[in-house]
């Protein structure tokens, strides 16, 4: 008897059965409660189940490890909301919120901008009690300022408004951008809509208290008329 030949033969008839088997793969994870913070690890498990020809049953897993990376995401408010500063007016401030919606911990620049500088003219910017008279030294401040995943800034655009602005409104946006990611940014917006006032004044005017006199002679009945200028 040939052992080798047997032997042989043998490892090509299990091949071809377990050419029939019937295989199952599943994947299983652990499902995600909301946001997955920057560098969590999540664990996924593979298994494999299958069945030869003969009837056997095999069942195999295995567990892969994922380490989440990082997502930007910045919110910017108010949006939309109207101030009425009056006209003339100055060192006005609107707070901007810059939250940090991403998964892990990012810092921002900002810009910022007026539509309309006859009503609403930025003049400096204020961060944590300190003025700065232009974005390149607020955006130098704020380069060392880290918002933690959830957490928020506040910033503050100064504005001056000056007279006769009543008859117009004009916008100012603040951008948000992360700096981890700089695809990513929001704009926040406020109209400032200052209010049309005036006054109004009436001559000929007499002393405070006493109306205005003619002496008119008296011979007959005259119609007299007498002109007023408002």
Do not use: C
């Not at 004009?170 to 981890?180: H, K, N, V």
């Amino acid at each position: 008897m040939n052992t080798k030949n047997t032997i042989s033969t043998w490892l090509r008839r299990s091949a071809i059965k377990l050419g029939l088997m019937t295989m199952a793969i599943t994947l299983f994870a652990a499902p995600a409660a909301g946001q997955t913070a920057e560098n969590d690890v999540i664990e996924n498990i593979a298994s494999v189940r299958y069945e030869d020809a003969n009837g056997h049953r095999y069942t195999k897993a295995d567990t892969l490890q994922l380490t989440v990376g990082f997502k930007a995401g910045i919110a910017t408010t108010p949006d939309g909301t109207t101030v009425t500063p009056a006209s003339p007016s100055t060192g006005n401030e609107q707070t901007f919120t810059i939250t940090n919606n991403g998964n892990g911990t990012d810092s921002v620049t900002v810009a910022a901008s007026s539509d309309d500088t006859n009503v609403a003219a930025i003049t400096g910017y204020k961060y944590n009690g300190t003025t700065y008279a232009t974005l390149t030294l607020l955006n130098q401040a704020l380069a060392g300022v880290a918002i933690t995943a959830g957490n928020s800034i506040d910033v503050i655009v100064i504005y001056d408004v000056p007279a006769g602005a009543g008859t117009g409104s004009a916008t100012i946006t603040l951008t948000g951008t992360s700096r981890r990611d700089n695809g990513e940014s929001d704009d926040g917006t406020v109209i400032v809509d200052p209010p049309l006032t005036g006054t109004v004044a009436v001559t000929p005017d007499g002393k405070p208290g006493e109306s205005e006199k003619e002496h008119l002679p008296s011979n007959g009945s005259q119609t007299y008329s007498f002109d007023y200028t408002v």
